[in-house]
């Protein structure tokens, strides 16, 4: 029974990216919340990809163990799969956090209307103006969860230190830390409305985190998908806000 309710969460978590985007087909109203995060998004996509194939070559040479032994090579091998996987994520990653950070005010309103569309306790719809007006809040909250995540990444690099399995392990660890924060970036925007402290919200996606790892996993799919993760954010802005409508709802009131 354990394994079907963690099966059962991991996919609800999965199919809410996706959930996301035929709710947004559906609620032409909330287009207005996309278009502009999508043009921002393209540039940004250009920008870092460019950067990142030039930086690749010498990225990946700092995940490779030195040697000539035969399982050296061996190894070589297989880490330069994990390894070209495992910062393509992080490219993506980057993208995501510095296209949330420049896309806040528009991710927060969105949010904030698909609850209000779903019979949540969301405040009175504001507009765009009130949200812009809340830009430092909504940065603050974008560098605290970078912050936190760049705080894990660093404990998880010292598994390097560990010649051969290290970086195995650095691997695994890394793409279960990843989806968690990708949980906790898009569906921030509903709970920082109602958990007011950070380590409330994070003790939510740690308690949903089979679900919190589906959602990430989900959501890091649509992000290797040319031309749809350019509408990554939105959609899994209004995927994330509805995986935690089902998750944890509001009870009309901010929460500590």
């Not at 032994?69 to 799969?81: F, G, K, V």
Request: aromatic share 14%.
């Amino acid at each position: 029974m354990l394994g079907r309710s963690v099966a059962i969460s991991f996919l609800e978590g999965f199919r809410a990216p996706f959930e996301g985007i035929s709710f947004l087909w559906r609620n032409r109203g909330l287009w207005k919340y996309v278009w502009i995060p999508f043009f921002i998004n393209v540039l940004l996509f250009l920008g870092l990809g460019l950067l990142f194939v030039v930086l690749f070559p010498d990225l990946i040479q700092l995940l490779l163990p030195a040697g000539d032994a035969w399982y050296l090579t061996l190894m070589r091998a297989l880490l330069w799969a994990v390894g070209s996987i495992v910062l393509g994520i992080l490219f993506l990653l980057v993208f995501t956090v510095v296209g949330n950070l420049v896309a806040g005010p528009f991710n927060d309103a969105l949010s904030e209307r698909v609850e209000g569309l779903m019979g949540g306790h969301a405040h009175p719809s504001r507009g765009l103006a009130h949200q812009f007006g809340e830009l430092g809040r909504t940065a603050l909250e974008e560098v605290k969860r970078v912050v936190f995540f760049l705080c894990g990444s660093l404990v998880l690099l010292l598994w390097n230190l560990i010649p051969g399995v290290g970086q195995i392990v650095y691997a695994v660890t890394t793409s279960v830390w990843t989806p968690l924060f990708l949980a906790l970036e898009f569906g921030d925007y509903y709970l920082m409305r109602h958990w007011i402290r950070f380590r409330a919200r994070w003790s939510q996606i740690w308690s949903h985190r089979w679900a919190s790892l589906g959602f990430g996993a989900g959501a890091s799919v649509l992000l290797m998908i040319p031309l749809v993760n350019l509408l990554l954010i939105p959609c899994a802005v209004t995927g994330g806000t509805l995986l935690w409508l089902r998750l944890a709802p509001s009870q009309g009131e901010s929460r500590r």
